[in-house]
């Protein structure tokens, strides 16, 4: 398996990527440099020693990958209902086996359209449960959060190509998760905080991505009532966020952002614009 870190000539070595040199243009002149491309594997998850999925994922934090993917897609309620989980020796493959024996795969997959081809096994046009949470910040909660994120995503910052996704509270950040997939960036966080016994209800999940229908769903999973990003949200999850009681923003930009859902929970009032 490939050494998953990109080394530079002062001995620094960053985790998820590799190295590789590239040519840069610049007003013209080109040169040569030694840098690095982020490195793409894959994970292939077995429960109770079924084939469950397999994740293009980048080479960090698998196993928080897992359990954060077992929770968001219903297969697991907690921590607790994870006897062990062993990855291979090549960690392209992880074992989780559970404090029970009866585990039925789902027979349906769903494709989705995060990056590196997400998957979700569950049925997002199904009705859920709004979101009760009585969670309400000032926008420059989201605006520090966003310039937390940007200071926290350090392999971005050395190859480009990457997601970076942190879990929050109001004071600040919990967990920083980085992938080639979006999506996968959410999953992390979960595992981290399930790991950490750390609740993830009532936090701020702020992203580098477009905020997706899977993504959204994940959220709705942790309990996350705010869900910002950089960029975008799609149509599908501007209208499950809305049925969820959810504040999805995106565009968050050098003091600006757009409230898209359940402005309220930014002290905002749509009687009064």
Not at 230 to 254: D, F, H, K
Request: aromatic share 6%; proline share 4%.
């Amino acid at each position: 398996m490939a050494d998953h870190t990109l080394c530079t000539d002062d001995t620094i070595c960053e985790p998820g990527a590799i190295p590789f040199a590239y040519w840069t243009i610049k007003a013209g002149s080109p040169e040569r440099v030694d840098g690095g491309v982020i490195a793409e594997t894959f994970v292939s998850i077995y429960v109770n020693g079924q084939d469950l999925a397999t994740l293009m994922c980048s080479p960090l934090d698998q196993e928080d990958l897992v359990v954060g993917f077992l929770f968001n897609e219903g297969v697991i309620a907690s921590i607790d209902e994870i006897g062990l989980i062993r990855p291979n020796a090549n960690e392209t493959t992880i074992d989780v086996f559970l404090t029970r024996r009866e585990f039925n795969a789902p027979r349906r997959m769903v494709l989705t359209s995060g990056c590196g081809g997400g998957i979700s096994f569950q049925n997002l046009a199904e009705t859920q449960v709004p979101l009760e949470s009585a969670m309400a910040i000032t926008p420059q909660v989201i605006l520090d959060r966003m310039a937390d994120l940007n200071q926290a995503a350090t392999l971005y910052k050395r190859v480009r190509g990457v997601h970076t996704s942190v879990l929050a509270s109001q004071q600040a950040v919990l967990f920083c998760a980085e992938d080639v997939g979006r999506h996968n960036t959410i999953d992390k966080l979960a595992g981290k905080a399930m790991r950490a016994g750390v609740d993830m209800r009532d936090r701020l999940l702020v992203t580098s991505g477009r905020i997706s229908s899977e993504m959204l769903s994940k959220a709705r999973q942790m309990g996350v009532p705010i869900v910002a990003s950089r960029t975008a949200p799609t149509s599908i999850s501007v209208g499950l966020a809305e049925a969820w009681n959810m504040c999805v923003v995106g565009y968050v930009r050098q003091g600006s952002m757009r409230v898209y859902t359940h402005a309220e929970r930014l002290g905002l009032d749509d009687q009064n614009d």
